[in-house]
């Protein structure tokens, strides 16, 4: 059974970077691509960023809601089972719950009916 934790949540000043961890168990980890969602308040669950699973180095692939494009980086780590989201430049548009995803297979995914396991989420407050 897949577990996925978030970490690294918090509030800030607009313009401030966070960055958020998830910790994956359960499972084989490079056998997932990894998501990142939000849901802002009164808002659907949305997409932020995913990163493919990866063997090698260079198959590694990211994609990016275009709002957060250019400030956020999702990375992972295969040794550790962890994936990480660095925010930067933050705007209050960037306030919301945010959550880890997986996936089973290797292709990306904006989709958050496609995601099988889901975190608790961390809540992000950035203030104006």
């Known amino acids: 059974q897949v577990q996925l934790v978030e970490s690294g949540g918090g509030s800030v000043q607009a313009g401030d970077s966070l960055r958020l961890s998830c910790a994956f168990s359960?499972?084989?980890?490079?056998?997932?691509?990894m998501g990142w969602f939000r849901q802002r308040s009164g808002k659907e669950r949305e997409f932020v960023a995913a990163i493919m699973s990866s063997i090698m180095p260079f198959d590694r692939h990211t994609d990016y809601e275009d709002s957060v494009a250019g400030r956020f980086t999702i990375s992972r780590d295969n040794a550790k089972n962890l994936i990480y989201l660095q925010m930067d430049n933050l705007t209050s548009e960037d306030t919301a719950l945010y959550y880890c995803?997986?996936?089973?297979?290797?292709?990306?995914?904006?989709?958050?009916?496609?995601?099988?396991?889901w975190g608790q989420g961390t809540q992000v407050t950035v203030s104006s």
């Open positions: 995803a997986a996936r089973p297979g290797k292709l990306l995914n904006r989709r958050t009916a496609v995601y099988e396991h």
């Open positions: 359960g499972r084989t980890f490079s056998d997932y691509v």
